[in-house]
């Protein structure tokens, strides 16, 4: 591989890459605004100036103030290139760090800063912003301009996820960018020049394409705040781990933001992952976050339809092994779950092999749409782990569960997850039957029916993993803690076994997973 | 000569030979200035062993330094040795900007040395003043403390507050010195003078006074150097070793001062040294007030190390963006570690600092001058009375907040 030297570092490259792009692949970061990995080159922030100490050196005129006779005279001053668009040849040598680009970053940098508005006591971006680390880096001076700054929009609704300050705006282009190259939509451009520059919505549009907080995620600066996370939360407060987007088979890669203080998910962002999202992800997954909260079903309940009576735990599960015992094991009927994790269905498979029950259902969500960028078809995360638990046995939907209640052949149901396809009213068959058990993390169709239905921990809340539309296993860790008295799905259905009397053969997470026989890929 | 003292040469005449008995003294006493606790086995009145027992002021103050930024630390200093804090302040600031490399303006160095030398006449005052009274010489220790109000008066129009100034900053201090600065100084050290020659006249011819400094709490100058002694107690041991004299910081080469230094390491050289010191001290003010220039920066020029002004805050972009870095992430320092000592008021007070290049010390040290001084007082006492166990811990000055953490 062919090498050049940055600040006298050798670092290879592939043949075409760029001085920035080398530089990032081994962990070095030059400061710079509208470059962004996933996306077209611009050149237009000019913060990542270089200057190429090898070879032939070029030198631009410009006049200098001589001190002592306080005129201006006639000098020179290398030319820099910007590492964005330079294409990194073998041998040279590189300088990003030397004194003339510190004075070049500093005073691009002040530039930046000219006419930028007073914000961050206000600004979402505050405590992630570029402006603030690269001024706290490179610049470090004071105001020089004596001037009013110049006054643009602000908190211009650009659609119903993204809100505009073009005040605060550098012009990076970067969310023109993120639209036109990965949601195949020219929907902003940039309009004006010099100072007067602004994005703007092309003409008679709003920022609708289903990708449009990327265009958020990408902004360096707080010009573009998402609706959703706008004031909200302060950044400095939030932590982050990493977890798997629950929203369709693609299976990006997150990053989940939580306040500790109040164990609440304020946000998702993309989880850089070149196998599955690499830099994106759309703005129904980044929105699952607000599913963790909604319709989640804290304490067991009793009943039949929807008029339902909270139970206290450990009844609970007496009562549904008490239940569940009541029917012929041939006829009970075992839903799967597409939204819970491997382990889950995994558990509920050996419950089912060791009672011996022979009807195994999958409960999945549809009605979405998917395109040839992320989204898949199938907007359930975990279709292939469910059947991979089930180990080659045949799921049926649960239009034929339906069907097998009617014709007789399924006296009882134990079901895991709650969404389903189905709405409620078709799910009827199902009430007259008295053994009916869900063990579910939200309130849904499967639940509402459910003569017992018994809480779980959720996605965020666990250790497990998905196996997404690729066949790709993506393990992730817990980011909250569940509710007191709730367990993990693979827990809950140990010791529902126990109360029937059968002994699933595993202790922890650990042994679940060796009855699956694959090694699984730890989240990084 | 007195009688009894004829029959003491005879030996053992008076001795009365009783069975060793132990005898707890502290933390709760009032001679033990800052909670310290002392074991004694007693033979009659005289101290056989005795175990020194410190540790209950302790508030974690090294491991306290590593949840907050860099300046954040200040107020925490300020509790060290809280007899004399704008040393401690001082000690602090020269630390950190060791680490960073950074030099503050020569009018903020004379504004430092000036305030931090106020503090040590505080500190001194304070000690020997303390010493007198327990002696039963309160006159002594109401006039010096007059004197230190007035000195506090000063501290209090330059920083704000009497005791606990935190007025040190990185880079810097948090105010210029005010207009008036070297005026109050003008007034103030004629009295200085004027109050240690009262209280000598006092005490230094007052025989209850010698009979209980003079040769009791011997520390040779062996010993003194053993135990790593420094401050006054060192320099009453004999052992002429001043930071400011060996290792000039600040300005402090371009002073003509003296070190006081004492012969027999006895309580009475400790309490004459500290006096000499003042005076010493008070050259130093009256020197620096000539050389301090009257106008000009006393913070270094740089915001993402000093706070920029309140009012560019509110006004301008890059000064809130710096005023905010420096308030959530703390100044950034490069990775390192650094030693800083400086004459504190019992000593050569060490900062000993290790950064992870964050805005957070990841480790501090302290050297507490107190806490050697403290450890060769079990030296001093041995073979004394329960009685000398007063005015010979009174001449260490133990801080508990600086020799406990």
Known sequence: MPTFKLDGREISFEPGETVIEAAWRVGIEIPHYCWHPGLSIAANCRMCLVHITSGRQMEMPQLELDEETGEYVPATKPKLQPACQLGAVEGMEVSSTNEVVKKAQAAVQEFLLLNHPVDCPICDQAGECKLQDYYQEHQGTLKRKLTEPVHKPKGVRFGPTIVYDAERCIMCTRCIRVSDELAKDHVLDMRERGDRNEIVLAPGRELDHKYTLMTEHVCPVGALTSSDFRFKARVWFLKSRPSVCTGCATGCNTHADYDPRNGKVYRLRPRDNPDVNEFWMCDDGMMTYTRHDTDRLLMPTAGRGEERTPILEGDALELAAEKLSNVESSKLGVVLSAQHTTEDNLALVKLAQALGAEHLYLAALGGWEGDDILRSEDNNPNRAGAMRAAGGVALKPVGDLLTDVQSGSVQGVLALGARTAERLEELAPLVVLDAVVSLTTHVGALSAVAAVAIPVADTFEIEGSFVNEKGMEQAFEPVLAAPIGVEPGWRTIAALAGLLGHDLGFEDLQGLRRGLGTEVEAAQ | ?405
């Open chain 2, 1 to 405: 000569m007195e009688p009894a003292d004829e029959l003491l040469e005879e030996e053992s005449a008076l001795e009365l030979q009783t069975e060793p008995m132990r005898l707890n003294m502290g933390p709760s006493h009032p001679a033990m200035h800052g909670t310290v606790r002392m074991v004694l086995d007693l033979d009659g009145e005289t101290i056989v062993n005795l175990d020194l027992q410190p540790g209950y002021l302790h508030r974690g103050f090294e491991k306290s330094c590593e949840r907050g930024t860099w300046a954040q630390v200040f107020p925490y200093v300020d509790r060290l040795n809280y007899v004399s804090p704008m040393l401690n302040n001082v000690g602090w600031s020269l630390a950190v900007e060791k680490l960073l490399g950074i030099e503050v303006p020569e009018r903020c160095q004379y504004y430092r040395v000036i305030l931090g030398e106020l503090s040590r006449i505080t500190d001194h005052f304070t000690c020997n003043g303390a010493s007198a009274m327990e002696l039963g010489a309160f006159t002594p220790f109401l006039w010096l403390l007059k004197v230190r109000d007035w000195i506090w008066d000063i501290l209090e129009k330059e920083t704000g507050a009497r005791m606990t100034h935190s007025f040190g900053r990185i880079g810097g201090m948090a105010a210029p010195p005010t207009a008036t600065f070297k005026d109050d100084l003008r007034a103030v050290i004629p009295e200085l003078h004027k109050v240690v020659k009262e209280a000598e006249i006092m005490l230094i011819r007052n025989r209850i006074f010698l009979d209980r400094m003079q040769g009791v709490g011997i520390l040779t100058k062996e010993q003194a150097l053993a135990y790593g002694c420094t401050g006054p107690v060192a320099r009453g041991s004999g052992v002429a070793y001043d930071v400011r004299k060996d290792h000039p910081y600040m300005v402090y080469d371009r002073f003509d001062f003296e070190v006081p230094i004492g012969e027999d390491g006895d309580n009475w050289d400790r309490f004459m040294v500290r006096f000499e010191e003042v005076r010493q001290s008070i050259r130093i003010i009256e020197q620096a007030m000539e050389q301090m220039p009257d106008d000009g920066p006393v913070n270094v020029d740089d915001p993402r190390i000093v706070f920029p002004e309140k009012s560019d805050v509110y006004d301008t972009i890059e000064a809130t963006i710096a005023h905010f870095k420096l308030v959530m992430e703390g100044l950034q320092t490069p990775k390192g570690e650094v030693y800083s000592f400086t004459e504190g008021g019992n000593g050569e007070l060490g900062f000993y600092i290790v950064s992870d290049g964050s805005g957070t010390p990841y480790r501090v040290r302290v050297r507490p001058p107190c806490w050697y001084n403290l450890t060769a007082c079990r030296e001093m006492l041995i073979g004394e009375m329960i009685a000398d166990i007063v005015p010979t811990f009174g001449s260490i000055n133990m801080i508990g907040g600086e020799c406990d953490r």
